[in-house]
């Protein structure tokens, strides 16, 4: 596969100012968030998006919150800030759970979907999906375009995991379709992706492509 987009938890409980876990200036990107999203779907390119989709069990929610490894409740399964932004919704998604497909059955929902893939999540790092690893695999994209939130938690969990199954992959990070929650600590992690061989670029860049 040449390119695909990968959409890290446009979802409304970060992404809107009375969401659960609002990331600081997230609406902000709404707009270039859509544009992606649009690009996408108008050049036949997939999406591999993540969301949280927790339950009130989950070991990443805290009532007393360390906002490192633990975090308060949000996302919750069935609310509606659970759900993804009406700009970023994918089509014809296939949903895979945490619970790992066998690899056989994966690849057989690859040949046949035509759509966009949804991985959901119950910890911050979407390759805690036992299905992340082996669809990226599967995809075996030339070119990953990533954006999304937050830079310094979700986002730096999926670089991380990229490089890791994928590292072929040229990787590309939409600086203005990011936010993160700390920003000195995102401008320091932009800084050492780029020095990693990662290409920071724009929306009106991806797009021009």
């Known amino acids: 596969m040449g390119t695909i987009f990968w959409d890290v938890d446009t979802q409304i409980d970060f992404m809107r100012p009375d969401g659960k876990l609002y990331v600081p200036e997230a609406e902000s990107i709404i707009p270039n968030l859509q544009r992606l999203t649009q690009h996408a779907h108008r050049t036949g390119i997939t999406i591999v998006a993540s ?14 919150p360390d906002f490192v490894q633990t975090y308060p409740p949000h996302c919750m399964r069935g609310t509606p ?62 070119r990953i375009v990533l954006y999304g939130v937050a830079t310094d938690v979700c986002n730096r969990a999926a ?24 920003p ?22 991806v797009c021009a492509v």
């Open 51 to 64: 969301a949280d989709d927790h339950e009130p069990d989950d070991a990443e929610l805290s009532a007393t």
């Open 81 to 142: 800030g659970q759900q993804k932004l009406r700009e970023t919704v994918l089509t014809d998604p296939v949903i895979l759970g945490s619970r790992a497909l066998a690899v056989q059955q994966l690849a057989s929902l690859v040949r046949a979907n035509r759509g966009d893939w949804l991985l959901n999540k119950q910890q911050f790092d979407v390759f805690t999906n036992d299905n992340a690893r082996p669809l990226l695999q599967l995809l075996a994209p030339a």
């Open 159 to 182: 670089v991380a995991g990229i490089r890791r199954w994928w590292r072929q992959a040229d990787l590309w990070l939409v600086t203005d379709a990011m936010r993160g929650i700390r």
């Open 184 to 205: 000195a600590e995102t401008e320091a992690l932009l800084a050492e992706w780029a020095a990693d061989g990662a290409r920071l670029v724009t929306t009106d860049e």
